[in-house]
């Protein structure tokens, strides 16, 4: 559900063509810092309601329990949009569908995801003879979103390259994929190719 909604709202906005970046490079982190901060608070307000729910359930109080639990879920859609703002924010400016380029640094597992997606949907869904060879997919190394020691992106990346056949490698490390949408005539099966 959640990547289905991603996917719908990243369709509209993810690829502007004609709109530029902000010159000043400071108001895309800005409106990042300020929507993922204001879901965090929503997030922390669905939490505080869901146990106060459950407190009054199990005190008796179904109806108070029930009306805590809805207030819980108005403040997840706040929460969603808000963190749907900064998203924006973070895949606007990059014009992925001229550049071929993807970077998502800044942006949590299921966005990723869902955002890497419809990278892939764009370009694959372009004429042949309108692809260019490849893509790029920057996903960082991890430093910053690792769960017990590991990587996050990073993995669910590749794992959706494997999953739909694609060809690609790493690309400056451990920090990008290189993926061919439009590979040449004579190469071989989809998987990963290792230099």
């Known amino acids: 559900m959640v990547f289905s909604f991603l996917r719908s709202l990243l369709s509209s906005v993810f690829f502007c063509s004609g709109q530029k970046p902000d010159s000043s490079g400071d108001e895309a982190g800005d409106t990042v810092r300020q929507a993922r901060e204001e879901a965090e608070m929503y997030a922390n307000k669905r939490k505080d309601c869901a146990a106060r729910s459950q407190i009054a359930w199990r005190s008796g109080e179904k109806a108070r329990a029930k009306d805590l639990s809805n207030e819980g879920k108005r403040y997840a859609v706040l929460m969603e949009k808000a963190n ?112």
Not at 113 to 142: C, M, Q, S
Not at 156 to 168: A, D, H, T, W
């Open 84 to 195: 749907w703002r900064a998203v924006r924010a973070l895949l606007k400016p990059q014009k992925s569908k001229q550049t071929g380029k993807l970077d998502l640094h800044g942006l949590y597992k299921n966005e990723a995801v869902a955002a890497t997606l419809e990278f892939l949907d764009h370009w694959k869904a372009l004429p042949h003879k309108d692809r260019p060879e490849t893509v790029e997919i920057v996903t960082g190394a991890g430093n910053h979103s690792k769960i017990r020691g590991r990587p996050v992106i990073k993995p669910e990346v590749e794992k959706i390259l494997r999953v739909r056949g694609l060809q690609y490698e790493p690309l400056r490390g451990d920090g990008a994929f290189l993926v061919y949408v439009n590979p040449p005539e004579d190469s071989s099966s989809s998987t990963c190719i290792i230099s």
